[in-house]
Structure formats: C-alpha cells, structure tokens
C-alpha cells in the first residue's frame, strides 16, 4: 500500500534547483499587533522583521484580518494576508488556534464549526494551519481527527517555548501516523512583545524555496512541504536511496542530511525508535540508515548550542 499523501504530494525543496530561478526566503507565519493583543502597531511590527533581515511575514491577529494595504512594505517583501480565527472545539478539548494565510474575507470565527471555517479559508484560496497544539492541550486523536483540510501544524512557536510548551513535534508525528500521511510544519514566532523585550520576536522562523517573491508561491511553497523550520540551523540537503543493506523482508533507507554546524542529526520516522548521527564533534553532512521498512521520515538538525531545525516528512515508500 502507497502511503497516501496530500492532494498534489509532497515537494523537497531540495528537488527545486536554483537554475530554475529557486530561491530560499527566511519568514514568520505568525504575529500580533495592536489589532489583537500585539504591543507594536502593525507598522513597527513589520518594520522588525524587515529591519531583521526577514522576506517574509504574516501580521496573524486574532479573530480580525490585518490589512497589508494598512502598512507600507517594501517592494521586495512579502507580506501574507491572513489571521489567527478560533473556532470552538466541538470535540471536547480548548478552542482552536488556526492560522490562516492569503485570505481577503472576515469571518465570524468563534461562532463558526472548525471544519466550515477550515472550508472558509480554502474556499479564499487560502491555507490553514493548527497552531502550538502542544502548549492547547489540543490532543490529535480526539480535537482534529475529525477535521478535514488543514494544511497541518505549527511544530515550533517561540512564545510557547517562552511558557514551557513551544514544540509540537509529537503531534505532528500522531497526525501522520494516524492518517498515514504526511504534513508539512511551520515554525514561528508568534510574537506579542516588543523587539526590545526580547521576549518571542526573531527566534523560530520557516524557511521556503520559492521561484517568485508572491504571496501565492510562499503560501503554495508552506502547504506542499517545499519549506522547513528552524530557531537557527540550516539545512541545506537531504537526499534519500535505497541502501545496499535492504533485503527482501527488511527495506533500509539511507539519508544524506548537509547542514551548517551541526551536533546531531536525527531521522524521525513511523517506525519503531529512531536512528541518528552524533560523533563527539560537530559536522555538516551526516549520512546513515533510517529504521527499516519506515515509511516516512523527517530530520531534525541540532546545533552545538542547542538550537534546531526540523525538515518537513519524506515519503519512502516511492523510492
Ligand atoms: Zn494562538
Ligand atoms: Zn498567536
């Protein structure tokens, strides 16, 4: 059996070669002004990130679109439309934290079902993502099994971690196991606090690899997985074969993950454990087996100083 992807697949952004006019932009999905509870005004929001040496950025209120013809933005930034809507949660856990990218239309999110505003959002033309589900207590199994159209999660926001509950990893790997699918991630600051509290502003951001500087081709580039999150490494390569130690019963994958300064690598998959690389010193390219007959996989990269980066899933059943 295929594992089933989404709609289109999944795209490596390490498939899309800069000959092609690919280029990687540093963004955050995630941000508050005074619009909602932010303390900058949604100018000096953007100003930050700009100053920050950021492409991109979604000024993310809660319950109300920030418009971006409101702000003056550089031409060669790009600025997300969108909001963070919170739908109850029929299911039985807390409200929802959905962000939702590229939307033009207010909706009256805390009186809507989650699923008809997930439709909402779609029918904009717009993706939709579940946010810090970890420090919620939105469990997967029970609060977003039912749901249909999530582009999926937030695995990392540094206002969460701030708290206590800033990566969402294990929800993630809940959702693809339990679908038997595989979902892109986002990391974000989900910043509130001015630059100069130095709170949750420029410490989680997502990495896309986009042929234009748009919108549309950041916001396609999140959804089909052509993107991965970091509070600092880069990752700059994975590429998966068939490893000679495979046999009949036991399929083995062998990853090549290239990365700046790393001190272990490590292969998440659906299989039981985990393998990883890790030499007493620090590298930037690891190269090892992934678990047999794993299905998926995705690579977390950790730095010497701790900070790290996680690659969106794989899908090894086609290679
Ligand atoms: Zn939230
Ligand atoms: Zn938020």
């Given at each position: 059996m295929a594992i089933e992807t989404p709609v289109d697949g999944l795209v490596s952004p390490y498939d899309l070669s800069s000959d092609d006019g690919y280029v990687w932009l540093k963004g955050n999905l995630h941000s508050h002004t005074t619009n909602?509870?932010?303390?900058?005004?949604?100018?000096?929001?953007?100003?930050?990130?700009?100053?920050?040496?950021?492409?991109?950025?979604?000024?993310?209120?809660?319950?109300?679109?920030?418009?971006?013809?409101?702000?003056?933005c550089p031409d060669n930034f790009v600025l997300i439309q969108g909001a963070e809507l919170h739908p109850a949660n029929p299911f039985g856990g807390q409200v929802h934290h959905f962000v939702a990218l590229n939307i033009h239309q207010d909706?009256?999110?805390?009186?809507?079902?989650?699923?008809?505003?997930?439709?909402?959002?779609?029918?904009?033309?717009?993706?939709?993502?579940?946010?810090?589900?970890?420090?919620?207590?939105?469990?997967?199994?029970?609060?977003?099994?039912?749901?249909?159209g999530l582009s999926v999660i937030e695995v990392f926001?540094?206002?969460?971690?701030?708290?206590?509950?800033?990566?969402?990893?294990?929800?993630?790997?809940?959702?693809?196991?339990?679908?038997?699918?595989?979902?892109?991630?986002l990391a974000n600051d989900d910043s509130h606090a001015l630059d100069s509290a130095r709170h949750d502003?420029?410490?989680?951001w997502t990495m896309v690899r986009v042929a234009e500087r748009t919108s549309a081709a950041v916001v396609e580039a999140l959804a089909t997985g052509a993107s991965y999150g970091t509070t600092g490494p880069q990752i700059i390569d994975i590429q998966l074969r068939l490893s000679d130690q495979?046999?009949?019963?036991?399929?083995?994958?062998?990853?090549?993950?290239?990365?700046?300064?790393?001190?272990?690598?490590?292969?998440?998959?659906?299989?039981?454990?985990?393998?990883?690389?890790?030499?007493?010193?620090?590298?930037?390219?690891?190269?090892?087996?992934?678990?047999?007959?794993?299905?998926?996989?995705?690579?977390?990269?950790?730095?010497?100083?701790?900070?790290?980066?996680?690659?969106n899933p794989f899908d090894l059943t086609d290679l």
């Open positions: 909602s509870d932010g303390k900058p005004a949604p100018q000096e929001r953007l100003d930050g990130y700009v100053e920050h040496g950021y492409d991109f950025l979604c000024l993310s209120d809660h319950y109300k679109i920030t418009r971006t013809d409101t702000v003056s909706m009256d999110s805390q009186r809507l079902p989650p699923q008809l505003v997930i439709d909402a959002v779609r029918d904009q033309g717009g993706s939709i993502w579940l946010a810090h589900p970890h420090w919620s207590s939105v469990n997967i199994l029970r609060d977003t099994r039912p749901l249909r926001n540094t206002t969460c971690r701030r708290m206590g509950r800033g990566e969402s990893s294990v929800h993630w790997d809940d959702w693809m196991s339990m679908e038997d699918k595989i979902y892109p991630a502003t420029y410490q989680g495979s046999t009949d019963k036991s399929r083995v994958v062998e990853a090549t993950v290239v990365s700046s300064e790393a001190q272990r690598v490590c292969a998440v998959c659906d299989a039981y454990g985990t393998e990883y690389h890790e030499h007493g010193k620090s590298f930037e390219t690891a190269t090892f087996p992934i678990r047999a007959n794993a299905r998926w996989a995705r690579f977390e990269v950790i730095a010497p100083d701790g900070t790290k980066a996680w690659s």
